[in-house]
């Protein structure tokens, strides 16, 4: 069929996922839909903002681990930058606090990554039609396990020693006395249940909460 005569794909696709098998079979895949055109891939998440910009995609589908940045702070860029552009979330960890944080980012949905392809394309159009899609077993494990118990700063505290920086170290990087800092470590770990910061660090992180 001449090109001109081809029908129109409608639905415009970002693709945010920094492992380039994953990315190039999902583009494929995706692309054999009737209705369903990738018009940009990226691999990190400080490219999404920019590449959304430039190719207005309808929806934008994003990991959440991508170095530069998490795909739920890109989400959140999205939301201010690009508010046209409905985001669908698409990831590997399933972890109930991922879900709070995206829906606070304003994502249209959640999905783990081990569905079928068809699956993810009728999400893609329902989160277009301004539905919510979320993936129904995260959905309960989110409600089961209430909300992130941690303040905004104590979660800085824990990535900033992430690395095994020292108090000190920790102190001049997010410009605190140490002795804020120690007391944020230490409402982390009681929150936490844990006995130390490397435990508390490892358990916000299991939960999605960081």
């Known amino acids: 069929m001449p090109e001109e005569r081809r029908p129109r794909k409608s639905l415009r696709v970002l693709l945010a996922e920094d492992q380039g098998m994953m990315r190039g079979a999902l583009a494929l895949l995706l692309g054999m839909e009737p209705d369903i055109e990738v018009v940009a891939q990226v691999a990190a998440g400080d490219a999404i903002v920019d590449a959304a910009l430039t190719h ?12 530069g940045r998490s795909g739920l702070d890109a989400a959140a860029d999205l939301r201010d930058e690009c508010p046209d552009c409905r985001v669908l979330i698409l990831t590997t960890f399933g972890r109930p606090g991922y879900l709070r944080r995206a829906m606070d980012a304003g994502a249209a949905g959640f999905l783990v990554k081990d569905g079928p392809v068809e699956e993810l394309a009728e999400a893609i159009r329902q989160v277009l039609r301004g539905e919510t899609v979320i993936d129904p077993a995260l959905a309960k494990a989110a409600l089961s396990a209430g909300p992130n118990p941690l303040t905004e700063r104590e979660c800085d505290v824990l990535k900033a020693s992430a690395d095994g920086a020292t108090v000190a170290d920790v102190a001049d990087r997010l410009h605190l006395s140490e002795s804020t800092v ?16 490397t435990e508390a660090l490892r358990e916000a992180r299991s939960q999605g909460w960081l």
């Open 182 to 197: 120690r007391n944020y470590l230490s409402s982390a770990i009681g929150k936490t249940g844990t006995r130390n910061r």
């Open 56 to 67: 207005r995609p309808d929806v934008a589908l994003l990991d959440i681990e991508l170095p």
